[in-house]
């Protein structure tokens, strides 16, 4: 199950940007060294206590043969 979302900081003043859904904490993190550049700060929280707004779309992102897929 992809129940645990990522959530970015840019900069310190900047609003959290959704990043999408992994398994597991340690995934996303990993994602984040892999994929992302000058991260202020992250935060992986299961998604039963994060609100996300109507409509939201879900961006499931998982590890296969070797490779970050979205």
């Not at 990043?19 to 996303?28: D, K, Q, R």
Request: net charge negative; glycine share 4%.
């Amino acid at each position: 199950m992809f129940e645990f979302i990522l959530i970015v900081y840019l900069t310190k003043e900047s609003p959290p940007q959704y990043i999408g859904n992994f398994e597991t904490c340690a995934f996303a993190n990993n994602y984040v060294q892999i994929k992302l550049e000058n991260v202020y700060r992250t935060s992986c929280l299961h998604e039963d206590y994060v609100w996300l707004p109507e409509g939201h779309q879900k961006r499931v992102i998982h590890f296969r043969n070797g490779k970050i897929e979205p």
